[in-house]
């Protein structure tokens, strides 16, 4: 205990800092992200075409320079990359197709997370109430595309349940993405809100920005030989 302040240095959240050569492949996806929300507010295909498809493949470059690009979670971005490429082409069957790969996203990154720790029981219930809950609203709006957005949905809730056993910032990563696409499904359904598709790729990128970091810093705190806190110690999860 620090008598002089009171704090207990311990259970002060860690606090990890890359050289800034590591950085700079964070600052390239940040420029690349502004892009493509500019791209996508103005209405210019050829610079999303430009853009979106490099946003996850920066973060997986990243990631193998600062050591922390696991099997799953790689996998997960090089999917991500195929699945933003597909749903750039306007049509049913490439937007079932970039469903498909970010199914597999979803898949692989629940893998990775459940891997680290598993999620309590009430985060589990509280994302599967909530899949419930959205997909009786949009049901009857759905049309044939009812089935396919039940079955990823739930992937994609189990996702966000899972990232809350890793940190605070994977957890906000999974939450913002399944806001993300909770805001395309309202889109199949019909229900547009004030700069939809702008709020679709803002809360995208920062998914796969707080997912990518908040992963790096679980690697860099196993690097450093510390052991994942349980759930029934007094110490709170890391960053």
């Known amino acids: 205990m620090n008598t002089a302040t009171g704090a207990d240095p311990r259970r002060r959240p860690a606090v990890v800092r890359w050289p800034d050569r590591d950085a700079a492949l964070l600052w390239a996806f940040a420029v690349v992200a502004a892009v493509e929300l500019v ?4 209405d210019v295909p050829a610079a999303q075409w430009l853009a979106k498809p490099l946003l996850a ?7 193998w320079q600062v050591h922390a690009a696991d099997r799953p ?3 997960g971005l090089v999917l991500a990359t195929a ?32 891997g680290h720790r598993r999620p309590r029981p009430a985060a589990v219930a509280g ?10 609203l949009l049901w009857p709006r759905l049309g044939d595309l009812r089935l396919p957005v039940l079955g990823y949905s739930l992937a994609l ?6 990232a809350t056993a890793v940190g605070r910032r994977v957890a906000a990563g999974g939450a913002l993405f399944l ?26 990128s920062a998914a796969l920005f707080m997912i990518s970091i908040g992963w790096a810093a679980r690697a860099s705190d196993r690097g450093r030989g510390r052991r994942p806190r349980r759930r029934s110690g007094p110490a709170r999860p890391p960053a």
């Not at 493949?57 to 990631?63: D, E, N």
């Not at 809730?157 to 899972?162: F, W």
């Not at 993300?180 to 790729?201: C, E, F, K, N, Q």
């Open 83 to 114: 699945g933003d490429v597909a749903l750039l082409i306007p049509s049913d069957t490439a937007f079932l197709v970039g469903m498909g790969c970010f199914l597999g996203t979803q898949v692989a990154f629940s893998t990775a997370f459940i």
């Open 179 to 204: 806001f993300s696409d909770l805001l395309i499904g309202l889109g199949a359904g019909g229900t547009r809100l004030p700069g939809h598709d702008v709020l679709v790729m803002a809360t995208y």
């Open 127 to 136: 994302y599967l109430t909530l899949w419930a809950v959205a997909n009786a």
């Open 39 to 42: 791209a996508v507010a103005t």
């Open 57 to 63: 493949p920066l973060l997986l470059a990243w990631l």
């Open 157 to 162: 809730s189990l996702m966000a349940a899972t």
């Open 73 to 75: 979670i790689a996998v």
